[in-house]
């Protein structure tokens, strides 16, 4: 329930209210007002400080449009920025919170400067649809882009078209490539035939030495394109002509192939050869074209500034107050207040909650997106919470992410590293999961009450079958050193079938009767103090109706005791915060994972009366049988206790011991006792 004034204000700030949402006081926002107040709300009211802009289950255009400053989050200062721009704009601020992608003209604040540019750009957004209605939505807005986008092509089109024209046609872009790659090449081969020409003597020293070739000779010439593209696109010559036939350069020749067809074939067909004047003239033909587009699409970006930035303003303008206007109440709502996350309502899922995790019989409703293992290993035991890290892989999608769920009911008896799981995100896709980590913390008190007991169980089970195979293999190895006697026995056995003299291991060793008579004291001993011990225990037990009761209960209380308390103050602490620290969030408050909480956030599968039955179950023992059994043992352990005469201390002897006898006559009285008790003859003098 909400509540006035919980938090003293300061002097002439808004008076907030606040209520307990998830065991924490926290602002609630609940009007347009408070909305447009939030610039004096204290900081340290606020449940998040900052929030990544990737990741979350929300537009990704607008909150790329709060994120004012681009640094990928989206701080307090930005979304006081946000409430502030858009509650001046309309008129009616409660409308803010119904989240709707379309508004009224007339809600419009044209007395605000934002909100009169607002509605200048509608109208004239409107008009250049061709729609005279008193309203705009995304889907106008969407409208109205595709036929500005359409129009930025038309003349794209109109300005490649108004060009000088392509020299070579559809060649032209391989044309002007390659010609780029190859410039300074063959520059460098023509002025190599220049100097060839000047002193005929130079022609090896300008061309590639016999050295060079055979320093790389040995090795693998397929991977020495690097260094065979340095030498010299072709042989020089005296003539100066370049071949267009032969003798280009092996890592320059699918590029020069790619210049002779595309415009020396075209330039000069049928040549074999040609000089550099010819070269350049396709040169200066090409940079003529590119200097030619260049200018016109500088033409063509200041014709666009001219007649088309108004309507892009326009786009932008009233496409980011659409979108505040529809998805900013519920970032408050998952920043400020984090009531998407306690809500009631399954339909309304926080901003960091990605999907659904099933798994082991159990559905996990709070999963999270994994940024940073890293963070994560650091800061997961803070949050008190059994998580589960998972690998998802999705086939359809081709990616891969990381999550994170918490388990928050149930028991954890099948889970562990390796377990393959399936997980469905907020659209319905399914991937692929495994766990790669797990953080083990109390889920429930109940699960920590049964956890000694399976703990001691495992150990007990464990401890036998460790002792079972320690057994085994030492009866194999006792075995196995026996066949190994008998066959050295064999073997040595001499040849006349005279018996071999027995080993001093294998001489029988004296009966120690005073060793045995030691063992058996002590063994009566142990016996005797069991015996003593048990009937104490059965006195007490017996005493009173409820000291059974009262005696279980004690040994509960010893054995799940500490466990049901640790896990009842790590229950209380539980706390969600330290996972979205992880992700990048700036927690300012506790979120709570409460056990009544808790048990909502992790379903688990309840099934129905089975009315078929199974023709593979295990066969039932009869009741009769087994209440044979519990009374033959029962009966047994009774007549244990009273013919060892432990039942004696609740009144149950085995021997009762025979009272005195006392007889009168007229005369005297005469007191005999009973055979097994000698007379006290003064007593009885003394008497008569």
Not at 121 to 150: C, M, P, Q, W, Y
Not at 195 to 208: G, Q
Not at 507 to 517: C, G, L, R, T, Y
Request: net charge negative.
């Amino acid at each position: 329930m909400a509540k006035k004034n919980i938090i003293p204000n300061l002097s002439n700030s808004y008076n907030w209210t606040f209520a307990s949402v998830g065991g924490v006081t926290r602002v609630t926002i609940n009007s347009g007002e408070d909305i447009a107040h939030l610039d004096e709300l204290d900081q340290k009211f606020w449940t998040v400080l900052s929030c990544p802009v990737k990741g979350l289950e929300f537009d990704a255009q607008t909150l790329t449009l709060l994120d004012s400053d681009g640094d990928g989050k989206i701080r307090v200062p930005e979304v006081v920025a946000a409430s502030k721009w858009l509650t001046g704009a309309i008129k009616n601020r409660d409308k803010i919170l119904a989240g709707e992608d379309a508004i009224a003209l007339a809600e419009l604040n044209e007395a605000d400067e934002n909100g009169a540019a607002i509605l200048a750009s509608a109208r004239r957004l409107l008009a250049a649809k061709g729609d005279n209605k008193e309203g705009i939505s995304l889907a106008d807005i969407a409208t109205v882009k595709a036929s500005f986008e359409e129009k930025v092509k038309a003349k794209d089109d109109a300005t490649a078209a108004s060009s000088d024209g392509r020299p070579y046609g559809d060649n032209t872009d391989d044309a002007i490539a390659a010609v780029n790659a190859l410039r300074e090449k063959v520059a460098d081969f023509f002025m190599r035939c220049k100097l060839i020409a000047f002193d005929n003597d130079c022609t090896d020293a300008v061309y590639v030495s016999v050295e060079k070739i055979q320093a790389i000779s040995e090795l693998n010439l397929a991977a020495c394109a690097d260094q065979i593209a340095a030498y010299p696109l072709a042989r020089p010559n005296k003539e100066q002509r370049l071949s267009l036939v032969s003798g280009i350069n092996p890592a320059w020749q699918s590029t020069f192939d790619k210049v002779k067809a595309a415009a020396l074939s075209v330039e000069y067909p049928g040549t074999e050869t040609i000089n550099e004047a010819q070269w350049n003239a396709v040169v200066a033909k090409l940079d003529a074209y590119v200097s030619g587009l260049a200018d016109d699409k500088t033409a063509k970006v200041e014709n666009f500034d001219k007649e088309m930035a108004e309507e892009d303003a326009d786009i932008k303008l009233v496409t980011k107050f659409l979108l505040f206007y529809r998805d900013f109440y519920k970032l408050l709502k998952n920043y400020v207040v984090f009531s998407d996350f306690y809500t009631r309502d399954k339909s309304k899922l926080a901003v960091f909650q990605c999907g659904q995790l099933f798994i082991d019989q159990r559905c996990c409703d709070l999963c999270i997106r994994v940024s940073d293992m890293s963070k994560h290993a650091d800061m997961a035991g803070l949050s008190g919470m059994f998580l589960i890290y998972c690998h998802c892989t999705s086939k359809v999608k081709g990616t891969e992410m990381d999550i994170v769920a918490a388990l928050t009911d149930g028991d954890v008896d099948d889970l562990r590293v390796g377990k393959n799981a399936l997980f469905y995100d907020r659209s319905g896709q399914d991937w692929d999961a495994t766990i790669t980590k797990i953080v083990d913390n109390p889920i429930s008190v109940r699960q920590a009450f049964l956890s000694p007991y399976k703990k001691l169980g495992k150990f007990i089970s464990d401890k036998i079958t460790k002792n079972a195979a320690d057994k085994e293999a030492k009866q194999m190895e006792d075995l196995t050193a026996k066949a190994d006697v008998a066959t050295d026995k064999i073997a040595a056995k001499p040849a006349d079938g005279a018996p071999a003299e027995p080993a001093a291991a294998e001489k029988k060793m004296p009966f120690d009767i005073a060793k045995f008579a030691g063992i058996f004291a002590a063994i009566g001993l142990a016996l005797g103090a069991l015996g003593a011990a048990l009937g104490m225990l059965g006195g007490f037990l017996f005493a009173k109706w409820y000291n059974a009761v009262l005696l279980i209960a004690l040994i509960v209380i010893v054995i799940s005791g500490p466990s049901m308390f640790l896990a009842w103050l790590k229950l209380r602490k539980r706390n969600l915060g330290p996972v979205l620290n992880a992700n990048g969030w700036a927690i300012n408050a506790q979120v709570r994972v409460n056990t009544r909480f808790g048990a909502t956030l992790t379903s688990l599968a309840k099934y129905p009366m089975v009315t078929m039955p199974d023709p593979y179950a295990d066969k039932k023992i009869p009741a009769w049988k087994k209440w044979l059994v519990a009374i033959v043992v029962l009966g047994g352990i009774f007549c244990a206790l009273y013919f060892t005469n432990t039942l004696k201390y609740v009144g149950l002897p085995f021997k009762k011991e025979q009272p005195a006898v006392v007889e009168q006559n007229d005369s005297s009285a005469l007191v005999q006792t009973d055979t097994t008790v000698a007379p006290n003859q003064e007593t009885i003098e003394q008497e008569n």
